[in-house]
């Protein structure tokens, strides 16, 4: 299938505000034709446009020994727009007096340029003739030439401008355009991180939370909470899944960087299975509706987000292939007698939208619900409750805490300071264990209810009984 159709089929499927300002290939297409058009009427068809351009004169204006006639083109930005032009050296060959049909060129200039079309037999002459209403350049200004031999034109090309124009233009208006969408992404995101706020509240916000203080209770640890009108779990695993999922950015050290249309596709189908085969898409985990319509609100961010990515690889491919295109009927090169590509000069976006787009989701609404894995003990990888803070600075549950006394290991496990057998009831701390009984009322009350099982086996290994072995009283 022809790029065209593709390309067409693809816009049809995205979302009004993106296809309306996609490059306009056909359009593209149809001023090619013009210049083609506009180039054979003076004689200069791809093939001997082709020819000139291979033999003619480099960019300081030296021309090959055996070149009679040089041509170099021209991107002409001096103005802020694209001009394209072209500049020709020709040197008649012995010359003779002009062919009759050409002394018609010179002596009737309202011919119509369609009647100038000649074989490549006579494009030498033709050339000649066009450049005789033109003044020879100044030998001083380029000592170079020889004005006796060679004369200088400059042919605008006026069907070339038109197409850098519209090019030029479309690029702009679509840069703006996503500067647009990228300012009304931001305000729907901070709308939805304040719907999931209210629907993901913590503990202290829905039950009677009674903060723990080294002075109101020394050493006791109490998980009294409740998460009823909250779906802060359900949150938690709901972003907890799609940080696993990767979908647009792979964060590995040997593969890092964005993904293609292809993988984050379906890695957000699969994200969207998952979530919905742990029932984290209905009321069995999501109880307020105010939460499952911010689910699909998320969900649908990020499919906008994959139709921005599929919109920019359009436009970037239409581009890079109309200008392949413009080349290769034309014959003009992409880059021209100064070797600045037409490419540069056209206006460019510095960062990849999406990427933009996910760094705003991952900065602006995954950090408003507390990570576990920020709150863990480095040791037993759960949560750290109760907190203990060594000298050194590293946190550590009070369990793991315990069992490194208890087997003499007197550093640090991340920094080998000395400091594990001086740590005490002081190095409780009690912010961080009210924040964490506050954001993980669940994950807390289950590692209370760990940490006394496992002591309460300690204490029985310590009497000689088997804590597995159960008391029959007969």
Request: glycine residues 4%.
């Amino acid at each position: 299938m022809h790029f065209s159709k593709t390309y067409e089929q693809l816009l049809q499927d995205l979302p009004p505000e993106l296809s309306e300002n996609a490059i306009q290939y056909r359009q593209l297409k149809k001023l090619i034709k013009q210049v083609v058009v506009e180039l054979s009427t003076m004689g200069l068809g791809p093939t001997v446009l082709q020819d000139l351009l291979q033999s003619g004169i480099d960019s300081t204006g030296h021309g090959k020994e055996k070149a009679a006639t040089g041509v170099v083109y021209e991107l002409n930005s001096e103005s802020g727009n694209i001009e394209p032009r072209l500049r020709l050296w020709v040197q008649p060959p012995n010359p003779p007096s002009p062919p009759s049909r050409i002394e018609e060129v010179d002596d009737d200039e309202d011919t119509d340029a369609s009647e100038a079309r000649v074989d490549d037999a006579s494009q030498v002459a033709l050339l000649w003739a066009l450049q005789r209403h033109m003044e020879p350049p100044d030998p001083d200004a380029n000592p170079a030439f020889d004005t006796r031999n060679k004369v200088e034109i400059v042919i605008p090309l006026v069907s070339d401008s038109a197409f850098f124009q519209l090019l030029a233009t479309t690029l702009q208006a679509l840069g703006d355009n996503l500067l647009a969408i990228n300012t009304q992404f931001v305000q729907t995101l901070t709308e939805l991180t304040k719907a999931v706020s209210q629907s993901a509240r913590p503990a202290s916000s829905t039950s009677k939370f009674k903060p723990l203080s080294a002075l109101v209770n020394p050493g006791g640890v109490r998980v009294e909470t409740s998460s009823k009108n909250s779906d802060l779990s359900a949150w938690r695993e709901i972003f907890r899944l799609y940080v696993e999922a990767e979908i647009f950015e792979n964060v590995n050290e040997r593969n890092r960087g964005e993904r293609s249309i292809e993988e984050s596709e379906t890695r957000l189908k699969q994200f969207a299975e998952r979530v919905t085969t742990r029932g984290l898409g209905d009321g069995r985990q999501l109880k307020l509706r105010q939460s499952r319509n911010a689910l699909d609100s998320f969900l649908q961010l990020n499919l906008f987000i994959l139709n921005i990515k599929k919109f920019e690889l359009a436009n970037a491919e239409a581009t890079r292939k109309i200008l392949k295109k413009h080349s290769k009927r034309t014959a003009l090169p992409m880059e021209d007698s100064n070797h600045t590509s037409s490419l540069s000069l056209l206006p460019t976006r510095d960062t990849s939208l999406p990427r933009i787009l996910v760094q705003e989701l991952g900065t602006t609404l995954l950090p408003i619900i507390p990570s576990l894995d920020d709150y863990s003990c480095l040791i037993c990888t759960s949560l750290a409750f109760k907190p203990i803070r060594l000298n050194c600075g590293h946190l550590f549950c009070v369990r793991c805490l315990v069992k490194m006394q208890k087997s003499g290991s007197a550093d640090c496990p991340m920094c080998r300071a000395p400091c594990v057998l001086l740590a005490n009831r002081s190095n409780v701390d009690w912010a961080l264990l009210n924040f964490m009984r506050d954001w993980f009322p669940e994950e807390a009350t289950s590692k209370q209810s760990q940490n006394e099982r496992e002591a309460s086996e300690e204490q029985l290994r310590e009497l000689g009984l088997d804590p597995n072995v159960r008391c029959i009283l007969m």
